[in-house]
């Protein structure tokens, strides 16, 4: 394991080192009218909901590209499709770096698919960059992966945020958690137990799922048998919503937490209709986008402009509501930034610099009040979050914005 | 005469077949022999089904889940106890052949239907073992090579020298793939010609037949089981290489359909249109995607194109292949 | 000892397996159904199924009441699968078992493909066809819609074995997929029984598909594809002759995955479908024509 790490980082470091003395002579994917960066996304398969996070963004180059590029170069943005299967995230990335010469990788989707890659995009030198993934090592563990930067907030954070929570506020409750058994789901929980400090005696039940499971009937039967009174649900949408209905179905009424994943507003309102508005009422979860079906930000200039790069610009059959076009886009806004800073010419090294010294105030897609903020040692752009609470078929924001940590 | 002329062209054949294999990584580009590579990943593991199916009768929809347990042997193997990747692919070959046997002793009861029904189950259920027994398979994460043992992956830097060449990574995946498939098809071609070729037709013909002929079902049966899951085992064997990483969502039951399709398309009962079948599992859904890039199109065409197929060219491309040549073989053939 | 026993979670655990086993059975009736009148498993039933789901938000989308539409749609479904048939499986009926089979596997592909042309990938739901209100009785719950879903199977088999036992359309059905040579002989236009067949599969399909939406809260291309292994074990352990073997077959094996996942912690919620796998293969080596079939009859 660790010579590995050492290896890694050493040839990473080898690259970073070449790179930057210029070294080299042309940079891969940067020609005077374009730069070439690429991205696997599950486009097909199970899940295929995510492929809004690349579609976003691509929305939102297409937006740039419209007003000139960046130093007059327009980004052409490949995404390809990995079916959510590791294997294939590492041929077509393969496939993008060795055969469309891409400048980077950006906003590749999954935990365990950025993982596959890592080690060879460090190895060979190439930035990946923003990964759509909140596993906590892509932050962390920058050390041994130089070239590797994450964006959302990550699991584990967020999961001590909901752990604190339930410690300060129900601090007698019955808690159980439905998780989905995979790194995302482990890592929600993990930073959960965290949170508890103390109080983590206070979980009662653990119920794990797969993905590939019909419906999670049984698992949400044992939490009730449990005498659970607070729900934490780290799942995907689809289990999610489930969740409700089948605490609803079984004349169970807990308190529940519903992790940032699943909490678009379009997922709680087929919750409620598959259950009912009385069982969703009270649910929490953080925020760090604007969710464009909130009327808080009908009139909001950045949900104005999401609103028009959409209708100018978005493929036939994509809907407009979905917030993951959202988190698309602020991806790709933070890329443009960093890019403008690269320089006239920017370089490999140049992007990495300029994604590791980030202070963006500007968003127009997060929270009023969210600064994107990076240093080589602090690879968590996104780190900041409020709380909210789903009440008459709304997210209500309440609290501060506090550092998700 | 005519018989020598035969043989001769045979061995034409043969040696322009070689010469393909060799030259044809300079005539595109390097990426190309990637993907070229993953072709014979599926041609190995089509070889061996058509010998179970083809020529035995047996219909399996499980081959996938033998080429996990192929593919996890050798990640294990690389990343558990630091073998060599390349060493291992003979263990993965036994350790399919191993299950294949296993599964060849209840399929005896089963037959058509029921046997792909079974196998069926199988693949759909093999995700979910692999994820189980996640000590050995690294549970819903997999193996990553590059990660815990990247000096047992044959290439790392990006060269690999044989024999005094040199050559890039994906070049050799492509000679190391193809070569193994090439003495694959060469051994299958050998057995199906062989007496074990006869008793394995009989047996699909009529069972009943074979069986007052002599023929021993049981042992024969298993055995294509066996043969077919070493070829599997080394087909998954050689898929982790390549990609470097074994994760139970790549060997779903999806899998198990491709390496069927390919052999139907391929031809069942013959060998020379398997890599033709190889080709198309492997290339259609990229060319689907040039037809359109709209949602759902590669999809519609990949089927529709497996059911004209199989509508239209029901001996699949060795059948055409065969069809075409009549004129040819049966002059040869035919005494004056 | 037994009244530590904690017995309101096993009548807990027995209702949901009842329940999931009852939105398994309508795709199992659908799959016996096929089997039954034209001797093919046909791989594609599940995406069929999801088409017509698809198809039915489309109506409500449009206006119509759910009734409404889940009638449009059973039609247009059984419409659907006399097409198929014609086009695809009509070719090809006389051609040995793996043929037929390779086209139901191609048929996946293109329904999913029309599914994914035809509609995003977002997640959708369908209106509950029955209330998904909670009834408990004795501290354990369960919803109308469980008791829906199995009325609705057992009211289709209860429909299927009128058919089958009482009127020559049904005699017809059955020995055109039991012999269709003879039956051919007989005057019975084996071609358009086997069109027939598809066509009510495809219907049942329709209905399961519509149910089984509300029953998971929520749908999307991939709705039936983790339900196709459980609807097949259950079929089989039913016996894939039997349409009540299939509705039975199904709840027993819900009731079953669920105790041995409740109770054997190394099972638990992983292992499912390799309970799933291991039933099928209990079933096929040791009595392959299932709980309600027949003796089994080896053809020469």
């Known amino acids: 394991m660790r010579a590995l790490y050492v290896f890694a980082a050493l040839l990473g470091a080898f690259m970073l080192a070449t790179a930057a003395s210029g070294a080299r002579t042309a940079t891969p994917g940067v020609t005077p009218t374009e730069i070439v960066i690429g991205g696997t996304v599950p486009m097909t398969g199970v899940a295929s909901g995510f492929k809004t996070v690349g579609l976003g963004a691509s929305y939102y180059f297409k937006y740039v590209n419209g007003h000139g590029g960046v130093n007059h170069r327009k980004i052409h943005y490949i995404i390809k499709d990995d079916q959510y299967d590791p294997a294939q995230t590492s041929d077509k990335t393969r496939e993008l770096v060795e055969q469309d010469h891409v400048f980077a990788i950006f906003n590749s989707l999954g935990t365990e698919h950025n993982l596959a890659t890592r080690p060879y ?84 039940s653990k119920q794990g799922y797969n993905v590939d499971d019909p419906d999670v009937q049984s698992q949400v ?130 992007i990495m610099k300029a994604a590791t010294h980030l202070t963006l105030r500007n968003d127009p897609f997060l929270l009023p009040g969210v600064v994107v903020r990076t240093t080589p040692s602090d690879r968590f752009p996104l780190d900041q979050a409020r709380l909210e609470r789903w009440h008459k078929s709304r997210w209500i924001s309440f609290g501060g914005l506090f550092r998700v940590r | 005469m005519r018989r020598a002329l035969g043989i001769g062209l045979w061995v034409a054949a043969v040696a322009a077949g070689l010469a393909v294999y060799v030259f044809l990584p300079r005539l595109m580009s390097d990426f190309h022999s990637r993907d070229l590579a993953h072709a014979g990943v599926l041609f190995i593991a089509i070889v061996g089904l058509n010998m179970l199916t083809g020529y035995t009768g047996q219909i399996s929809l499980g081959h996938g889940a033998l080429m996990a347990i192929g593919g996890y042997t050798t990640a294990a193997l690389v990343v558990h106890e630091h073998w060599r990747d390349v060493w291992t692919i003979p263990l993965a070959g036994i350790a399919g052949g191993v299950v294949g046997l296993l599964i060849g002793i209840p399929a005896l009861r089963l037959s058509g239907l029921y046997l792909a029904l079974a196998t069926f189950a199988f693949a759909v259920a093999m995700p979910s073992l692999l994820r189980k027994f996640s000590g050995l398979t690294g549970g819903t994460q997999g193996l990553r090579f590059l990660e815990s043992a990247p000096f047992q992956v044959t290439g790392l830097k990006g060269t690999v020298t044989v024999f005094g060449h040199s050559m890039t990574q994906n070049h050799f995946l492509y000679y190391l793939t193809w070569g193994i498939g090439i003495v694959g098809f060469a051994v299958a071609w050998l057995i199906v010609r062989g007496g074990f070729g006869r008793a394995f037709r009989a047996l699909r013909d009529s069972e009943v037949a074979a069986v007052s002929a002599g023929v021993a079902p049981a042992a024969n049966k298993t055995l294509a089981f066996a043969l077919s899951g070493v070829y599997a085992g080394v087909a998954g064997s050689l898929l982790a290489i390549q990609t470097e990483i074994v994760n139970p969502l790549s060997f779903t039951v999806v899998l198990s359909v491709l390496i069927v399709v390919g052999a139907v398309v391929g031809g069942l009962g013959s060998l020379p249109g398997l890599v033709l079948g190889a080709l198309f599992v492997e290339y259609l859904p990229t060319l689907a995607g040039h037809f359109s890039t709209r949602a759902g199109v590669p999809d519609f065409v990949y089927g529709a194109a497996i059911i004209l197929v199989v509508i239209l060219l029901p001996g699949g491309a060795g059948g055409l292949l065969r069809r075409a040549a009549r004129p040819l073989t049966s002059w040869l053939y035919t005494r004056p | 000892m037994l009244l530590a026993f904690d017995w309101s979670q096993l009548a807990q655990q027995t209702v949901i397996g009842l329940s999931s086993g009852g939105t398994w059975a309508l795709l199992a009736l659908a799959i016996v159904l096929i089997y039954r009148s034209t001797g093919v498993v046909n791989f594609a039933q599940g995406e069929m199924a999801m088409l017509s789901t698809f198809v039915a938000w489309s109506l409500i989308h449009h206006g119509l009441s759910y009734w409404a539409a889940f009638f449009v749609t059973v039609a247009i479904s059984f419409g659907g699968g006399v097409g198929l048939e014609r086009a695809v499986i009509r070719p090809v009926e006389r051609a040995p078992v793996l043929t037929v089979v390779i086209v139901t596997i191609g048929l996946v592909f293109v329904m999913d493909g029309i599914a994914r042309w035809g509609w995003s990938s977002e997640t959708r739901s369908l209106p509950n066809a029955f209330s998904a209100r909670p009834i408990e009785i004795a501290g354990v719950a369960f919803s109308i819609q469980d008791l829906g879903n199995i009325a609705v199977s057992l009211g289709i088999v209860a429909l299927l074995w009128l058919l089958f036992r009482f009127t020559k359309l049904g005699l017809a059905l059955r020995a055109s997929a039991v012999n269709p040579q003879e039956s051919r002989l007989l005057g019975i236009r084996v071609s358009w029984m086997l069109a027939l067949g598809w066509g009510l599969a495809a219907a049942m399909g329709a209905i399961s598909g519509m149910l089984t939406a509300p029953a998971l809260a929520s749908f999307d291309q991939n709705l039936m594809q983790p339900v196709l292994l459980y609807a097949l074990a259950g079929a089989v352990l039913g016996g894939l002759e039997s349409p009540l073997g299939a509705v039975v077959g199904s709840l027993l094996l819900g009731v079953f995955i669920n105790l041995i996942g409740t109770y054997v912690d190394w099972i638990g919620t992983d292992l499912r479908l390799p309970v799933a796998l291991a039933v099928i293969l209990g079933v096929l080596l040791v009595r392959p024509t299932g709980l309600f079939g027949g003796t089994p009859v080896r053809r020469v």
Request: hydrophobic share 40%; net charge positive.
């Open chain 1, 221 to 350: 039967a044992r939490l009730k048998s449990a005498k659970v009174k607070t729900l934490m649900v780290f799942a995907t949408p689809k289990f999610a919503i489930q969740s409700y209905r089948f605490a609803f179905q079984l004349k169970w009424r807990p308190k529940v937490f519903v992790n940032v994943v699943s909490s678009a507003s379009n997922i709680l309102k087929l919750a409620e209709i598959a259950s009912s508005k009385k069982q969703v009422e009270g649910s929490v979860s953080i925020v760090f986008l604007k969710d464009p079906t909130d009327p808080r930000w009908a009139k909001d200039r950045g949900i104005k402009l999401y609103r028009a790069i959409m209708k100018r610009y978005k493929d036939k059959g994509i809907n407009a509501n979905d917030v993951y076009n959202v988190y698309g886009m602020s991806v790709a806004h933070t890329f443009v930034e960093a890019l403008k800073k690269a320089g006239k010419n920017p370089t490999r090294a140049s």
């Open chain 1, 121 to 204: 995009l460090n190895a060979l030198g190439v930035p990946q960059l923003f990964v759509g993934s909140g596993g906590t090592t892509f932050g962390k563990d920058h050390k041994q992966w130089p070239w590797t930067i994450g964006y959302q907030p990550n699991y584990r954070a967020e999961g001590t945020i909901y752990g604190r929570y339930v410690a300060k506020t129900t601090p007698k409750a019955r808690v159980g958690v439905l998780y989905q058994n995979d790194d995302y789901g482990k890592d929600l929980l993990a930073g959960f137990t965290k949170g508890l400090g103390k109080k983590a005696k206070l979980v009662v």
